[in-house]
């Protein structure tokens, strides 16, 4: 798709450019952002830390381009960089830092060693020391130039009589100690350039470039892996190219497994946090559920009740009735019962308060109410009313002046005689 939309194109001496460059006014999906070419008759420039280099050569079989710093002034026979600090990023890794704006980029590793020259200008000449390599073409007999390389630390700790000039990335070659580089070199090296890697990203297969996937067949993965040509790394690389082709070719291989983390670590949050107040809400609302049932069994049952059998009195009626429940008879099974009067006519009665607690649910309300509310034998005791508001009941009886009849059989004198009327 790339292919078709953004079709390479020539930019100063180079010819075939493609992505990731692009060039000014290209449609925004052709290249990197960053990577924005300014094209004039004979040169390509990049501008890379707000410091323009000129592209000498693009390299897309490793991924490279080879870069001069556009400011050097490449006709002089003693070129020094000009004051130009924080052009040049090196991360201790052994990378070179990009920044735009706030992002910072750790992608443009160059692919040989490389070192900084730094330039001073020094009003003392320096002496016996081999980091100070003097550039004689530029000193005079009160002004002395030299380059210093290596670590930029180094670099920080001047001399007093030096002053900064400027600063050079070089490459360093095969096994040559940086400290002996002398400024023949360090312009050579400046002249030639030093190559930068596109980022890991943008020299992935699957982006723009119309490349088939690797084919994974059981076989070859296993030959592969016999051959040790497989490792696990390039197994799951191959594995998440197949599975996740968008993403594998959105992020570099290297994302991947950050994002697999964001998603276990995403999910594991959710489930930390939203799982707990999930059941516990569930819960409540089957208990809810459960206890709608119960009273709504209950209030239909009432409802027919209310014709035929014991009368109904509120919760009020019944605190009034028992005085505030102030003279305990005694306490049963279901809970406790209460002396009460039932006004007209001063009825003295027994109310039962059934406990709210589980032994009482409503089926054995409803058949307290209906069973021995329609029982008139002289032998049982009246239910005369009830009470029923939500999870508050009541069951109102007759009052037995001589109390429950366990008390004279389980009586300890076994000794007593009921008379006729009782
Ligand atoms: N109608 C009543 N008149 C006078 N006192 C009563 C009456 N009903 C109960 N009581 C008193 O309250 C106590 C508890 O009675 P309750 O019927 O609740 O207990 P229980 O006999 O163990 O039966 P249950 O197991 O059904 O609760 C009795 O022992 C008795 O002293």
Redesign the pocket.
Known sequence: RHHHTCPPFSCGHLQDVRYPFRRRGDPGECGVIYYKLACTDSRATITINSWPYFVTEINYANSSFLVVDARLDLSSSCPVPQRNQGAYQLYYGGGFLRSEGSELMLELAPPSSIALATFVNCSREVRNNTLYSPVACHSTSSSFVYVLIGDPTDIFALKPSCGYLGLAVIVLEGERSPYYANYRDVMESMRNGFAVSFPQDFACTTCGFEQPLPLLSIGELISGMKSRRYTWEKILELLLTRLFPRITGKYAYAAIPMWIAQWIAITAVLCRFMLPPLVVLTFLAYKYWRTRITIDAVEKFLRMQQMVGPIRYSYTDITAVTRHFRDK???????S?Y?GVLLPGDIH??V?MLAGSSNCNGEDFISEVSTIGRIHHVNV?HLMGFCSEEMRRALI?????N??L??YIFSSERSFSLGQAQ
């Open positions: 008879l005694g306490q049963g099974g279901y809970g019962v002396k009665v027994a039962k005791v009886y007759e009052y037995m002046p109390g429950s366990d008390k």
